[in-house]
């Protein structure tokens, strides 16, 4: 976006240092990408001018560069410029004026916040005449993406995030984005041109993903902790830590709350990262305890969690690890190994006991 006071001159710069010498420069303007200026190098440049002769006696162009000078600049002037460059191969380059008419201008920002999939709509809060144009860009770089120019409507979103996504009202140029993803985060310009004066609007639309279900699990990392403590004070069994977890999620809010009041929570606004968030609570707690996962439009949460069930004694808990369940294998298997060493030694102890009484010819026998 090029902005520019009514009246000041502008330069829209080529970034060439010389025109090739088989190549040449056009520049074209508005919706209708209508021919304004040409170069060509060696050649006499030129000029053209629309038939309500906007541009007459205003436009310069360098003839080594192709940049396009506009001098005298007028609210006329505003709105989408396209530049062409050929040679070995195509290139185009596209400029957005905004002139700042007698009118002045009115930036009102809007905030817009939208779930992930859904559709948004940004109004521009008028009724176009005949004659108006308006200008639909995005981002920091302000890339044309939507334009309306006597109720002609230009989406011009191929190979991009938006392709088949948008929808212009042709009677109040209203901008409306399908099946919003997260990618379609950013700041949206309107730009207004008409005779009455130019304005411009802005909208922030942050789109949120869909947020999963928090899941509410026993840290047994702590029982064994827990246990040991709470034995040594003489009330065994007595506390249970619980964590509420998400995976994958971003700009949320995990926390934790008994009834209605809150008792802690936690807030990131990273991308793709997984929170936890810990509660202490006793193993024969009857309060209502439940943990909600939100972000600023939407949020998930598990009631009614059972601290009976979560919270089963250490002991009961311990009975369920691997060490606890193939400890029955490991006696079986010491028993019998116990077992065959008896054998072998009853059986060597009598070998040894019949060779001490050898026979005529000193041979032992077993039996």
């Known amino acids: 976006m090029v902005s520019v006071m009514e009246g000041d ?106 779930l992930e999939g ?12 005949r004659d108006d144009q308006m200008l639909w860009m995005f981002g920091p770089q302000e890339r044309r993406i939507a334009e309306i120019h006597r ?7 191929t190979n991009t995030i938006f ?10 140029g209203s901008l409306t984005i399908r099946n919003i993803r997260t990618e379609h985060t950013g700041l949206y310009k309107l730009l207004i041109l008409s005779n009455r004066g130019n304005s411009y609007k802005r909208s922030s639309v942050t789109v949120y993903a869909a947020l999963p279900f928090p899941v509410i699990t026993r840290d047994s990392s702590k029982c064994s902790s827990s246990s040991g403590s709470s034995s040594s004070s003489g009330s065994s069994g007595q506390n249970c830590s619980l964590l509420c977890s998400a995976v994958n999620v971003s700009h949320v809010t995990l926390s934790w709350y008994k009834g209605n ?70 006696a079986l298997i010491s028993a019998a190994a116990g077992s065959l060493l008896i054998v072998v030694v009853i059986g060597i102890f009598c070998i040894y006991r019949k060779c001490r009484r050898p026979d005529q010819e000193g041979k032992c026998y077993w039996f």
């Not at 709509?121 to 005449?129: C, E, G, H």
């Not at 392709?163 to 109040?172: A, C, G, H, I, S």
């Open 261 to 330: 009041s809150l008792l802690s929570s936690i807030s990131v606004s990273d991308l793709s990262i997984s929170l936890s968030l810990p509660l202490e609570v006793e193993y024969q707690d009857k309060n209502s305890y439940s943990c909600v996962l939100n972000n600023p439009i939407s949020n998930q949460t598990q009631h009614n969690i059972n601290i009976t069930q979560l919270c089963q004694p250490c002991l009961a808990l311990d009975s369920n690890s691997p060490s606890y369940q193939d400890s029955p294998l490991i």
């Open 118 to 129: 859904d559709s948004v709509t940004l109004n521009t809060d008028v009724k176009m005449q």
């Open 163 to 172: 392709e088949k996504r948008l929808q212009m009202d042709n009677e109040t």
């Open 9 to 114: 001159s502008v330069t829209l710069n080529t970034d060439v240092t010389e025109i090739n010498e088989n190549g040449h420069i056009l520049w074209k303007f508005g919706a209708g990408n209508s021919l304004v200026a040409k170069i060509k190098r060696n050649k006499q440049n030129s000029t053209f001018d629309l038939p309500d002769e906007r541009f007459r006696d205003r436009l310069k162009l360098n003839k080594q560069t192709g940049s396009l000078t506009i001098t005298n600049i007028t609210t006329q002037h505003a709105g989408h410029y396209k530049l062409e460059i050929s040679g070995a191969k195509l290139l185009s380059k596209t400029f957005n004026i905004f002139v700042y008419g007698v009118f002045g201008d009115t930036d009102v920002m809007k905030s817009v916040s939208v």
């Open 151 to 157: 109720q002609n409507i230009y989406i011009d979103a």
